[in-house]
T-cell receptor, first 115, second 114 residues
Framework: AQKVTQAQTEISVVEKEDVTLDCVYE???????LFWYKQPPSGELVFLIR??????QNEISGRYSWNFQKSTSSFNFTITASQVVDSAVYFC????????????FGTGTSLTVIP | DVKVTQSSRYLVKRTGEKVFLECVQD?????MFWYRQDPGLGLRLIYF???????EKGDIPEGYSVSREKKERFSLILESASTNQTSMYLC?????????????FGQGTRLTVV
């Protein structure tokens, strides 16, 4: 079974629009970690954020914000006032304390920001 | 700056060839990973290694092997390349931190098997 689901395969928005990328996860561990990565056209995945299962505080970093809700097993990512440079593939990932050496990635969401 | 370096950005190989993909990290990380990325399938784990000479199969190990003789280097080997192994291959490394440590990725190797 897929541990991390990113239902949105592709999203297109016009520059300056807000966009939310969805991530739903599945785990039985009580201690786990969620990540978001950005993969620009150059190919290298870049780490954006990590949350642990005990910290449900939302986080904001500039135009980026993350909404972690254990009740719905979701860890959604919002880009405010999108820019062309935000165009990339975004991956959500899960790691579990009990299988700490593995990361489970979603299938990614390809975001295109149209100027 | 942390670095994971993959030896080639692009490779073209013939069916049946033995192919080596090399990955080196300079962060003294214990964990190293090889993923394959295909459209619509995301990242799928081929193998990972949590120490020198240690390896574990991931989700899709068939047709691949790995070698980790030194801590900084993790090699992916395609014993006999086939066209269905045409893909983007990503190497990553991380600390062995019970799940909390993020992975650092190389720039990827786009392999085409003809």
């Amino acid at each position: 079974a897929q541990k991390v689901t990113q239902a949105q395969t592709e999203i297109s928005v016009v520059e300056k629009e807000d966009v939310t990328l969805d991530c739903v996860y599945e785990t039985r561990d009580t201690t786990y970690y969620l990540f978001w990565y950005k993969q620009p056209p150059s190919g290298e995945l870049v780490f954006l954020i990590r949350r642990n299962s005990f910290d449900e505080q939302n986080e904001i970093s500039g135009r980026y914000s993350w909404n972690f809700q254990k009740s719905t097993s979701s860890f959604n990512f919002t880009i405010t006032a999108s820019q062309v440079v935000d165009s990339a593939v975004y991956f959500c990932a899960l790691s579990e304390e009990n299988t700490g050496n593995q990361f489970y990635f979603g299938t990614g969401t390809s975001l295109t920001v149209i100027p | 700056d942390v670095k994971v370096t993959q030896s080639s950005r692009y490779l073209v190989k013939r069916t049946g060839e033995k192919v080596f993909l090399e990955c080196v990290q300079d962060m003294d990380h214990e964990n190293m990973f090889w993923y394959r990325q295909d459209p619509g399938l995301g990242l799928r784990l081929i193998y990972f290694s949590y120490d020198v000479k240690m390896k574990e199969k991931g989700d899709i190990p068939e047709g691949y092997s790995v070698s980790r003789e030194k801590k900084e280097r993790f090699s992916l080997i395609l014993e006999s390349a086939s066209t269905n192994q045409t893909s983007m291959y990503l190497c990553a490394s991380s600390l062995p931190a019970q799940g909390w440590a993020e992975a650092f990725f190389g720039q990827g190797t786009r392999l085409t098997v003809v």
